[in-house]
């Protein structure tokens, strides 16, 4: 079983602060995806990354995917309330897509 | 609104009861997936239907069946439930067949509670 594990747990930080959470498994992933969640909703889908090495920017969001295709990290720069969220990453084909707990992130005003 | 409709939204039941969740999946879309989330098992795949054929199954319990109807809504039902059922139950829906990373939409979930 493929396992990810997502670090750190919760992060509460101040608007304006720059923060990286990190995606980890002892596996090799084809891709791994990002997602985001608010209270009250469904995961929504950030970015999917398959190339090891790859960066993908998303405005202020930053997303890297390990050389060897087992990690992957997402940075924010100048958090604003609105990145408030569950953030998720799951790796693997759609039906068996494997899903780290998540980092919990609040932003304060 | 993501496109993906899951009723009701809120459920809250009794130990040994059955309840039926549903999903209509987003326009197009010939896949549906459920997946439960709890606060200590983060989100878990259960089960995976594509135009109306099951395609893949997780951890999903044998109280626990699913079917994808001729008009591609989906239904899971739950029965003989227990405290430990109580979760969040999330449909989601893809244009593909599964493989590769294709994209999931989400619904916005059912909150199921068992007391």
């Known amino acids: 079983t493929q396992l990810l594990e997502q670090s750190p747990q919760f992060l509460s930080i101040q608007e304006g602060e720059n923060l990286t959470v990190y995606c980890n498994s002892s596996?090799?992933?084809?891709?791994l995806q990002w997602y985001r969640q608010e209270p009250g909703e469904g995961p929504v889908l950030l970015v999917t990354?398959?190339?090891?090495?790859e960066v993908k920017k998303l405005k202020r969001l930053t997303f890297q995917f390990g050389d060897a295709r087992k990690d992957s990290s997402l940075h924010i720069t100048a958090a604003q309330p609105g990145d408030t969220g569950l953030y998720l990453c799951?790796?693997?084909?759609?039906?068996?897509?494997?899903f780290g707990k998540g980092t919990l992130l609040t932003v304060n005003p | 609104d993501s496109g993906v409709t899951q009723t009701p939204k809120h459920l809250i039941t009794a130990t040994g009861q059955r309840v039926t969740l549903r999903c209509s999946p987003r326009?197009?879309?010939?896949?549906v997936y459920w997946y439960q989330q709890s606060l200590d098992q983060g989100l878990q795949f259960l089960i995976h239907?594509?135009?109306?054929?099951?395609?893949a199954k997780g951890n999903i319990l044998e109280r626990f069946s699913a079917q994808q109807f001729p008009d591609l809504h989906s239904e899971l039902n739950l029965s003989s439930l227990e405290l430990g059922d109580s979760a969040l139950y999330f449909c989601?829906?893809?244009?593909?067949?599964?493989?590769?990373?294709?994209?999931?939409?989400f619904g916005a979930g059912s909150r199921l509670t068992v007391l």
């Open positions: 596996s090799v992933f084809s891709s």
């Open positions: 239907y594509y135009n109306g054929e099951e395609r």
């Open positions: 326009s197009g879309d010939l896949s």
């Open positions: 799951a790796g693997g084909s759609n039906y068996k897509l494997t």
């Open positions: 989601a829906s893809s244009s593909g067949t599964g493989s590769g990373a294709n994209v999931l939409t």
């Open positions: 990354v398959v190339t090891g090495g």
